[in-house]
């Protein structure tokens, strides 16, 4: 190994230079770790149809970040056992979903709850 060719390096630098070339395996499993947490974090949001996004606003329906946890508790349930097309009533509010896309397809506020007939859904989460 010829010293003359290679730079002037500090001490840290060199360090730092070792310590970035050889990670270790719980290095590495961490850093796993932290994007299959990620991507599955972005695998469980709850998208809004056009149509819901205007139900929501023509019905005032506003959702907390608590509210929106829930609903997105209540789909994950749903599609453990196997719902298609779920009904997720909340808080005297009611959501028609879309498990496999994670997809809100329409929303009913406690106004539009009594006497009205939800069809096309395959199974009911009351959260």
């Known amino acids: 190994m010829k010293i003359n060719h290679l730079p002037i390096q500090n001490i840290s630098q060199t360090a730092e230079t070792q310590a970035t070339r050889t990670k270790s395996p719980v290095q590495e499993q961490q850093k ?3 994007i299959l947490n990620q991507k599955l974090e972005e ?7 056009k149509h819901a996004a205007m139900r929501l ?4 329906i506003n959702l907390s970040k608590d509210q929106v946890d829930r609903l997105k508790s209540a789909v994950s349930k749903a599609s453990l056992k196997g719902v298609k097309d779920t009904l997720v009533v909340m808080d005297q509010m009611a959501f028609v979903v879309n498990v496999d896309a994670r997809t809100v397809i329409t929303a009913v506020n406690r106004n539009e709850l009594k006497e009205n007939i939800f069809t096309n859904i395959d199974g009911a989460v009351f959260t």
């Open 57 to 60: 606003q023509a019905r005032n």
């Open 43 to 49: 695998d469980r949001e709850i998208k809004l149809s």
């Open 32 to 34: 796993f770790a932290l």
